[in-house]
T-cell receptor, first 109, second 112 residues
Framework: GEDVEQSLFLSVREGDSSVINCTYT??????LYWYKQEPGAGLQLLTY?????DMKQDQRLTVLLNKKDKHLSLRIADTQTGDSAIYFC?????????FGKGTRLHILP | DGGITQSPKYLFRKEGQNVTLSCEQN?????MYWYRQDPGQGLRLIYY???????QKGDIAEGYSVSREKKESFPLTVTSAQKNPTAFYLC???????????FGNGTRLTVT
């Protein structure tokens, strides 16, 4: 079945860039999403990219999509303490959205 | 403001009791979903509904039941048949089945 993989942890120094990676198996995915979850809260849609795009930039966020390698990444520029959260990669399947297990981003002072 | 409301935020029950989690949305979305989140396991789909009076099982439906009598409401019942009910439960909605999901703030259920 469809699968979405991402590393579980990432530590980054405040002010540096964070890059969170994701790989997926479903080549027919139309939309690919990044969600953010803060402690004790639900998921917040951060950004998304359509499958016919290679890159999307939105302020400090840059999404890169490599369809050939089925690889999606989220870059957060100038990482701040408020960026500390779990980041979920998700891909649109035929009838549902498939989520990765989430990457916990830890900010070092 | 439009959004999804889950209540209560924390819920405690004794083993063997059924419990119902509430989810209400005023976004006029057709589709609604229930996910379960356990540490290190990501989100797992329990049930989803694309339209009123219709719903489908997700990946882990055993021990759960739902109803969709109104567009705005999609309550989830955790029955005594669910072996490991303690978890964080997230409700979501979307305009359609191929649209981004909007999430509520979750209900943390603890069964002892």
């Amino acid at each position: 079945g469809e699968d979405v993989e991402q590393s579980l942890f990432l530590s980054v120094r405040e002010g540096d860039s964070s890059v969170i990676n994701c790989t997926y198996t479903d080549s027919s995915s139309t939309y690919l999403y990044w969600y953010k979850q803060e402690p004790g809260a639900g998921l917040q849609l951060l950004t998304y990219i359509f499958s016919n795009m290679d890159m999307k930039q939105d302020q400090r966020l840059t999404v890169l999509l490599n369809k050939k390698d089925k690889h999606l990444s989220l870059r957060i520029a100038d990482t701040q303490t408020g960026d500390s959260a779990i980041y979920f990669c998700a891909v649109q399947g035929d009838d549902k959205i498939i989520f990765g297990k989430g990457t916990r981003l830890h900010i070092l002072p | 403001d439009g959004g999804i409301t889950q209540s209560p935020k924390y819920l405690f029950r004794k083993e063997g009791q059924n419990v119902t989690l509430s989810c209400e949305q005023n976004l006029n979305h057709d589709a609604m979903y229930w996910y379960r989140q356990d540490p290190g396991q990501g989100l797992r789909l329990i049930y989803y509904s694309q339209i009123v009076n219709d719903f489908q099982k997700g990946d882990i439906a055993e021990g759960y039941s739902v109803s969709r009598e109104k567009k705005e409401s999609f309550p989830l019942t955790v029955t005594s048949a669910q072996k490991n009910p303690t978890a964080f439960y997230l409700c979501a909605s979307s305009p359609g089945i191929s649209s981004p999901l909007h999430f509520g703030n979750g209900t943390r259920l603890t069964v002892t």
